[in-house]
């Protein structure tokens, strides 16, 4: 599926196993795997190392668990993370994750 509007472009591949068991397998040109459900942060950073380390210590920080960290890389020097959480996030910890050096996205949802 993709999404056009005047200020994004979003591509979303998915599967379906049973009325129980879908999964996101692709998002924005990224290989991932995950349950689209839930309250989750999806960040898009340069490929470098260090960046898992910097974000869950930002979660780590506000008190916030990570159910689940899925990450992939694009081939051309950036990762995509998709970090499930058990509670909301508020728009401060959003803006410190922003802050990191290798963020290029960061984006809180809610499904």
Known sequence: VKII???SNISVS???FNENEQRIVGLN??????????KMIIFKNKDIPGVIAKISSVLAAKNINIADFRLGRDG???ALAV???DEKVQKEVLDE???????VFVQYVEI
């Open 5 to 7: 509007t005047e200020n």
């Open 29 to 38: 040109g990224f290989k991932t795997d995950f349950k689209p459900k839930g």
């Open 14 to 16: 998915g599967t379906v």
């Open 83 to 85: 970090v499930l959480i």
């Open 76 to 78: 051309f020097g950036y």
């Open 97 to 103: 994750l922003k802050q990191l050096e290798a963020c």
